[in-house]
């Protein structure tokens, strides 16, 4: 009798997260179904000619290293943790030019959302970041950040199955297994020091692109910052492959979560601020850096 109450408990429990998750995943999908048919591409077009795109930007900034996932915003990951698009000497480097293959049918939600999220940033991130790397000694904010980046190797490791690339499934998951054993639950990386296995990770976003589906329109969200339909959904996504609210109860799951993408976003907190200064029009700017790296990344 106690065996199957527990077993009905564990049921209930997952029950309970999934009809949860589905919820937001809903109201998500009814937003951007919404928005993408109330608003016109049209509207777009003669929105944005009041705009002059964002042909340069007086900063030392390295273009080449920029992707959609390590822009300076809390929903960016940065691919490799040791990149910086800032630049530590004086060298000129091209900036970005002007993009006219833009879809922005949402530019008036969009800008609303971009002045309300440059708020939050200068006001409570980029103070609680700046006060989060005073604090927190290198070694132990490199061990948080590979901590979260281990826990998180089903994400990459399905996502490599679906996209067929047997190499770099296997040594992500032998980075698993090293890291976590030896690694002490991936809080060290001996993988990647001693055995030379490179980080490897893969989002569904990619898996998509990979299969030829386009990143539909470019959309600003809440806090999470510049993204696009492709990649709101693959968030969606990877969130299921995520093993935090498996292992965590709710709110606990949603608090370890919202601080995985804060200790993400510390270190490159101050680079928003430098960008956003030197830019003549942060929005044009920003967005035209996105949607290259979109570019970047589906020509890589």
């Not at 309970?16 to 809903?26: A, D, T």
């Not at 290293?65 to 000129?92: A, H």
């Not at 470019?218 to 498996?246: E, F, H, K, Q």
């Not at 680079?271 to 003549?280: A, G, I, N, P, R």
């Amino acid at each position: 009798m106690l065996l199957i109450k527990k077993e009905f408990i564990s049921t209930n429990k997952t029950s309970i997260i999934v009809s949860q998750r589905l919820k937001v995943f809903s109201l998500f999908f009814l937003i951007h179904f919404l928005f993408f048919n109330i608003i016109t591409v049209g509207e777009c077009s003669s929105t944005e000619k009041q705009h002059k795109p964002e042909s340069s930007l007086n900063t030392n900034i390295d273009f080449s290293v920029i992707t959609p996932r390590n822009l300076p915003f809390p929903g960016k990951r940065m691919k490799y943790s040791n990149r910086s698009i800032i630049l530590p000497d004086n060298t000129i480097i091209p900036t970005v030019v002007s993009y006219t293959d833009y879809r922005d049918p949402l530019i008036k939600f969009n800008r609303i959302m971009f002045s309300f999220n440059n708020i939050v940033y200068r006001v409570v991130l980029i103070p609680l970041s700046n006060a989060y790397i005073w604090i927190t000694p290198n070694p132990l904010e490199t061990g948080i950040n590979n901590f979260f980046y281990n826990i998180k190797t089903p994400i990459y490791a399905v996502n490599h199955l679906l996209q067929f690339k047997p190499k770099p499934l296997g040594r992500t998951l032998l980075r698993f297994g090293i890291n976590t054993t030896i690694g002490l639950l991936g809080f060290f990386d001996p993988a990647q020091k001693w055995f030379h296995i490179n980080k490897d990770e893969t989002y569904f976003e990619n898996t998509l692109s990979q299969y030829g589906l386009g990143y539909g329109i470019y959309i600003v969200l809440p806090i999470i910052g510049p993204s696009d339909i492709r990649n709101s959904l693959s968030m969606l996504a990877d969130n299921y492959l995520n093993p935090i609210p498996y292992l965590l109860d709710y709110p606990e799951s949603f608090i370890v979560q919202t601080f995985d993408y804060f200790q993400d976003f510390a270190p490159k907190a101050n680079q928003y601020s430098t960008l956003y200064q030197k830019s003549q029009e942060p929005y044009i700017f920003f967005r035209n850096l996105y949607l290259q790296g979109i570019e970047r990344d589906a020509a890589e």
